[in-house]
């Protein structure tokens, strides 16, 4: 079976950035099955909220895994909305003309309801680009909603851009109260990171949001893909309901010509 990972972080704390290091990991990816990989960024190496010069530093890393192996790597621009529109839309066009890029990407800079989300909404309307939300349930040990993203406030930016594609991630962190949040929003996918597996979680995800809104992902090199993959396929689904969460969702969502 044929896996997109839509969430990894092939350089992390200033690590993985060599060809060699980018070339054993996609060994590790193709071992498992993988056949194609979004690198999402270092996004943590500078703190919560990276500046200017610091964004651009981290999505150099990103477009240089992509330009390297460019048929085993998409690319998401890492952005800090709240260092204001015009910060936000000249590094979201930078990362647009640079081969590979087709979303960004958005960490705890601020949270996903805060205003200035409306940078965001606009630079994924301009450029195409779908975006990745970290997301996390602040009910459940992350108890902070300055930096950390709940599914509801996810799910807020959803409906206020219906015509933006979402990805909220973490499964695991967002827990079954996520995937209720998001139930009646067309516009946004869960990828499967985040923690370990949860007995009865994605086959619940499945029968709330429908296998086509799931998409698959490892965190990696944080989470093990072995863990990652076993929970889809220790899932009670259909073998066809796998093959659109590993592989096709992805696909289609971010236009992936993949032979």
Request: aromatic share 8%; net charge positive; proline share 4%.
């Amino acid at each position: 079976m044929r896996i997109i990972d839509v969430h990894t972080h092939p350089v992390l704390d200033h690590k993985g950035a060599t060809p060699a290091e980018v070339k054993s990991l996609i060994a590790h990816g193709r071992r498992h099955g993988i056949v194609h990989m979004v690198a999402l960024g270092d996004v943590l190496v500078y703190g919560f909220r990276p500046n200017a010069a610091q964004l651009r530093a981290i999505n150099n890393e990103s477009a240089m895994v992509a330009r390297l192996y460019p048929d085993y790597f998409t690319a998401f621009c890492y952005l800090n909305p709240r260092l204001g529109e015009r910060a936000t839309m000249a590094e979201a066009e930078r990362c647009a003309a640079l081969p590979g890029f087709r979303g960004i990407k958005l960490e705890c800079a601020c949270n996903a309801a805060h205003a200035c989300m409306r940078h965001v909404a606009k630079a994924a309307r301009t450029f195409n680009f779908t975006v990745l939300q970290h997301s996390w349930s602040t009910t459940n040990m992350v108890r902070d909603r300055v930096y950390q993203s709940d599914p509801i406030d996810t799910a807020l930016f959803a409906r206020r851009n219906p015509d933006v594609k979402v990805i909220m991630a973490h499964l695991t962190g967002i827990g079954f109260r996520g995937v209720l949040e998001v139930k009646d929003l067309p516009n946004l996918y869960v990828d499967t990171s985040g923690g370990w597996p949860e007995e009865g979680l994605v086959e619940f995800a499945v029968e709330h949001l429908g296998a086509d809104r799931l998409l698959y992902g490892s965190d990696l090199p944080v989470r093990e893909n072995a863990i990652t993959i076993g929970r889809i396929l220790g899932a009670q689904i259909s073998a066809a309901d796998r093959r659109k969460i590993f592989f096709g969702n992805t696909a289609r969502l971010l236009n992936l010509n993949l032979n």
